[in-house]
């Protein structure tokens, strides 16, 4: 280090830092949404190679073209074997931060059955994925009695390394859409899945689409009939649809 180093030159390194971290901002703040989704001990070493599939569904922009104040409206539904279904709605609020970036607010459900999530500062992500899949999480936990942690591991490494991409067309106003889809089934090759039978088929497949609002189109989550069952009806088949975008009441 220099002995002396002029005012100036400090001024104009502080400058390039605070420009830096400006530019930098919005792939930290999709990074650390990643990272909190998927827990300690879940996060990937710096060094690994972010997969297609997490790149599309946690790392790109997904918010960009929306103005805030917007309300992103999407439509629940519960059906199945193993539980009484319900439908319900989630609402992703995009509103403006005190430093300008995005905020995300969401109401997750309604009445008894709504659960309480924490705002999404400098959102560029859509945060209903993030919000889908930690209730997600929750619920293999509640039905099998198993670990928050090893549900959460399992989504992070099928995302990471065996995740299936497609093209596909959507319906949405009465228009035909280009889409994609990305198919993940966590627990095909889980060590463990002797331990809940009769849920470790469950797949999950998201549907993104840049022509609609926050990207985000549909997320299902599915458990076919049994083997050799009779019955046509899945054991459990969740999906949360975009449904339409507005301004907030």
Do not use: W
């Not at 949404?33 to 827990?39: D, E, I, V």
């Amino acid at each position: 280090m220099p002995f002396y180093r002029h005012p100036s030159a400090r001024a104009v390194r502080r400058e390039d830092r605070q420009r830096a971290a400006r530019r930098v901002a919005p792939v930290a703040a999709a990074a650390l949404s990643f990272a909190l989704l998927f827990g300690p001990g879940t996060a990937r070493a710096e060094s690994s190679e972010i997969s297609r599939a997490e790149t599309l569904l946690f790392m790109s922009p997904h918010l960009k073209e929306l103005q805030p104040p917007s309300r992103l409206h999407y439509a629940f539904h519960k059906s199945g074997t193993l539980e009484t279904g319900f439908s319900d709605t989630v609402d992703i609020d995009i509103t403006t931060g005190p430093d300008g970036s995005r905020k995300g607010v969401v109401r997750f459900f309604s009445g008894k059955r709504q659960i309480k999530y924490p705002e999404v500062e400098r959102a560029e992500g859509n945060p209903v994925l993030l919000f889908y899949l930690e209730r997600e999480i929750r619920e293999m936990s509640r039905l099998t009695g198993g670990q928050p942690n090893h549900f959460r591991q399992r989504i992070r490494t099928a995302l990471a390394q065996s995740a299936q991409i497609k093209d596909v067309d959507i319906r949405f106003g009465g228009r035909t859409m280009r889409a994609q889809q990305i198919t993940i089934s966590p627990y095909d090759s889980d060590p463990n899945r002797e331990r809940f039978d009769r849920l470790a088929t469950k797949q999950y497949v998201f549907t993104i689409c840049e022509t609609i609002p926050g990207v985000v189109y549909e997320m299902r989550g599915v458990v076919g009939a049994p083997s050799g069952s009779s019955a046509d009806e899945a054991v459990i088949d969740e999906t949360l649809t975009f449904a339409s975008a507005g301004v907030p009441k």
